[in-house]
């Protein structure tokens, strides 16, 4: 352990992990560190491994096609070339997600982050790193309801049955029923408008 910059530095297992001395912190009903007003330093958890990007090849796709099946998500279309994925300094894949050119628009598709990886931001290093890619062109995804806060925050907006692009109608159909039955959840269509 090392104290530096306002930052604690603890190695566990093989991963550094950085914890920000913050003023008035306390444990939320989730776990999660959020503020509070008491004037004392506490410590919360962020990502300090290094993340790096690269396209998948095709020693990616049986991992890829594992934790899609672990999601309960559709393994249609896995084609190593549109796929981009998070991987940290030994090599590891963290997570992954694909861009598919559709009828005027990207479809972000199949994004997933290792269970064992989760609220440590390479989701949305990730997603930030899929929409850099789309070359501001607009990006539609279909996901689960409780999922529309995170994309939210990158500038997603839901759309309405009626607006839903012409290529996603059948998957929204059909994928409403798997939605429910899998996640117990509204299956949604969001979309980022091209910038």
């Known amino acids: 352990m090392m ?3 306002g930052q604690l530095k603890v190695l566990t297992g093989q991963y550094l992990h ?3 001395l913050t003023r008035c912190a306390r444990p939320s009903r989730r776990g999660v560190w959020q503020s509070v007003s008491r004037g004392r330093l506490c410590a919360s958890p962020t990502l300090s491994t290094r993340l790096d990007f690269r396209k998948a090849e095709q020693s990616d796709v049986p991992v890829i ?3 899609i099946f672990q999601e309960s998500m559709n393994p249609l279309g896995i084609k190593p070339e549109r ?3 998070a991987i940290d300094e030994e090599g590891s894949l963290l997570g992954f997600g694909q861009l598919e050119p559709k009828d005027g628009c990207i479809e972000l598709r199949s994004m997933v982050v290792d269970t ?3 609220r440590r931001g390479i ?3 990730l997603l930030r790193k899929l929409l850099e890619d789309a070359h501001g062109q607009e990006v539609v995804l279909t996901t689960i309801s409780s ?3 995170f994309y939210s925050a ?3 907006e839901r759309l309405q049955l009626s607006e839903v692009p012409r290529f996603l109608l059948f998957e929204v159909v059909a994928g409403t029923a798997v939605a429910r039955i899998a996640a117990g959840e509204e299956l949604v269509v969001l979309r980022r408008k091209a910038l």
Do not use: Q, S, Y
Request: glycine share 12%; hydrophobic share 35%; no cysteine.
């Open 3 to 5: 104290l530096h910059d």
């Open 18 to 20: 950085r914890l920000n």
């Open 65 to 67: 096609r594992r934790m």
């Open 83 to 85: 796929f981009t994925v």
């Open 116 to 118: 064992a990886h989760r």
């Open 123 to 125: 989701g949305k290093g």
């Open 147 to 149: 999922r529309v806060p």
């Open 154 to 156: 990158e500038g997603f």
